[in-house]
């Protein structure tokens, strides 16, 4: 295929953001809960955590959890709530924090090729948490560092149309690639470029809602993706 940009997202793509970061995360919240009074082991957090993010957010789940076991006054939930959140959606970054297996050689290679860009999203501080763990400026400009909410646009969306305004290139010369069929897919396809879905972490049994959610390609592994993509 004659594409030339290609966008990356972080979590779950080029990290491992369900089996390291969330672990990470929910273990230091686990542990202000229990100085809050929570009755429950980890382990039982861990398993209602995660039976009830399948359909609903974590910060739903958050406000259901202080709200189940009123360890505080209800006049201070909204405080814990809020703790909550920020252990989770701005956490600290594990020191060992690295990129998924292959994403290295898959940067490195595609960046010699390829204008190559990340586009992400998240609290905008911790998504540079971990970018600069990862010291990722090796493999990607610096200007090619999209973070949504950060510049002139709130969108995935609206990042791919500023990698085609600034670029120049025809939108089906932009591959995106990422874990979620609601964001990097649709948003991609919505602009009119291709798009290979990284079927990895706590979306992966994300089902399409309509064509706009139906990728191009799909791989499991980065080291599929060289090849499944033809690049």
């Known amino acids: 295929m004659n594409y030339k940009a290609i966008a990356f997202d972080l979590d779950d793509t080029l990290i491992d953001t369900t089996n390291e970061l969330i672990p990470f995360a929910c273990r230091k919240i686990h542990s202000y809960l229990l100085t809050e009074g929570y009755p429950n082991a980890f382990e039982e957090f861990d398993i209602s955590r995660k039976q009830y993010v399948k359909t609903k957010s974590h910060k739903e789940f958050f406000k259901n959890l202080v709200a189940t076991f009123p360890v505080k006054p209800a006049s201070e939930a909204p405080l814990v709530v809020a703790k909550l959140n920020r252990l989770f959606y701005e956490p600290d970054v594990p020191p060992n924090l690295g990129l998924m297996p292959g994403a290295e ?5 595609l960046g010699a090729k390829y204008n190559v860009f990340i586009v992400t999203a998240g609290v905008v501080s911790a998504q540079h948490k971990k970018l600069a763990q990862l010291n990722i400026d090796r493999f990607v400009k610096k200007e090619n560092i999209l973070v949504v909410a950060e510049g002139a646009f709130t969108t995935k969306r609206a990042a791919f149309e500023k990698i085609l305004k ?10 995106s690639i990422g874990n979620r069929l609601s964001q990097e897919i649709r948003m991609a396809k919505q602009v009119g470029a291709k798009t290979c879905y990284y079927q990895h972490g706590e979306h992966a049994e994300d089902v399409a809602q309509d064509h706009f959610e139906i990728p191009d390609y799909t791989i499991h592994t980065h080291k599929e993706l060289i090849t499944a993509c033809q690049l």
């Open 166 to 175: 600034d670029t120049g290139i025809k939108p089906e010369e932009l591959l």
């Open 105 to 109: 050689d898959n940067l490195k290679t």
